[in-house]
């Protein structure tokens, strides 16, 4: 039968899962966000150049 390792080895993963799993939810935020960006500036750039055929400038 195989060994669990300590509690101290155990809570050291224990935290780095955590600080991961925040990460993670941080970058999905972050992707969220910018997909909105994203998306605002797409629907900009098809209204201008609904209006006076001129493309929207990307910065």
């Known amino acids: 039968m195989k060994e669990l390792p300590d509690e101290s080895l155990?809570?050291?993963?224990?935290e780095i899962v955590k600080a991961?799993?925040?990460k993670a939810s941080e970058m999905y935020d972050f992707s969220k966000k910018i997909s909105?960006?994203?998306q605002i500036t797409a629907t900009k750039r098809e209204e201008?150049?609904?209006l006076d055929?001129?493309?929207f400038?990307?910065?």
């Open 48 to 50: 201008a150049e609904q």
């Open 20 to 22: 991961a799993e925040a």
């Open 10 to 14: 155990l809570r050291e993963i224990l």
């Open 36 to 38: 909105h960006n994203t």
């Open 57 to 59: 400038a990307d910065r």
């Open 53 to 55: 055929g001129q493309p």
